[in-house]
């Protein structure tokens, strides 16, 4: 789904300052709401580590002691069991001003990208199933090779990298021949840029922050994987907490006739009427006068099915 407050606003339209950004943080759709998230999460542990130093409370202790222990993932696979809800929190987890801003940065541009040619849902899946990805390729390692023995007891995993890494490869391999404006480097195509982070992560699994590179490996096959599985038209399929995959059966037709699935179907049906809510906020945000050709053309068909 094209990012629609990037058209042509008018001679008279004056954009107010923020607008674009408060106008995507009341969203409601899982792009927001993850990033919401991970700031939340940011913002509440740096709370608690400044109530922390008013008291004389090491910081190391509130890290060590609360933060990294019940929150990030233990790389000692036999002390999982007592912390499994860290699979998912650790994606969610900063402790670090530049560890998330850059985290989300990346998020941000390119799950823009990466909702130009797959739904809300899959997005949401992509992210969690690509933490999921990282922290099974960092326990593996963690726990197979001699190199790590020394790190296992006191190594935690947390960071939205894995995840993030997850939706930069989906668009990579999806749509190779993508390419963005980079400072420096001029146009460049999502697959190069990616194909540029794995080789970077997979030589650095012997650094100081072998546990963040092997998760980012991780998401970034399960990017792979997903591609792989969404091509060959299987999809995903959230039935009473239980995810799966299907083949999608072919009984419905869409506008141009040709017979489509049950899931496609759906989906269509969603980004359009997510495109429809994000013009109508445009249009209560900037006024009517300040859409484009397309977003007024699209309203206008909208309106007509009704």
Known sequence: MNNIYGGNYGSGYRPQPGAELRAFFRRKDAFARLLIINLAVMLVVSFVRLVAALYQIPDALILDGYVMEYLAVPADIHFLPWRVWTVVTYMFLHVDFFHILFNMLWFYWFGKIFLEYFDQRFLMINYLAGGAAGVVMYLFFYNTFPLFDPMVADSRLLGASAAVMAVVAAVAFYVPDYSVQLFLF?????????????????????????????????????????????????????????????????????????????????????????????????????????????????????????
């Open 186 to 306: 001029g146009r460049i195509k999502v697959f190069y840029i990616a194909l540029a982070l794995f080789i970077i992560d997979f030589f650095m699994i012997t650094g100081n922050n072998a546990g963040g590179h092997l998760a980012h490996i991780g998401g970034a096959l399960w990017g792979y994987l997903f591609v792989r599985l969404y091509t060959k038209g299987y999809r995903f399929r959230i039935r009473r907490m239980n995810l799966g995959f299907s083949k999608p059966k072919m009984n419905k037709t869409y506008s141009s006739g040709r017979p489509v699935s049950d899931e496609e179907y759906r989906r269509r049906k969603i980004e359009e009427q997510e495109q429809i809510d994000n013009i109508l906020d445009k249009i209560k945000l900037s006024g009517y006068n300040s859409l484009t050709a397309k977003e007024k053309e699209l309203l206008f068909r909208a309106s007509n099915k009704k």
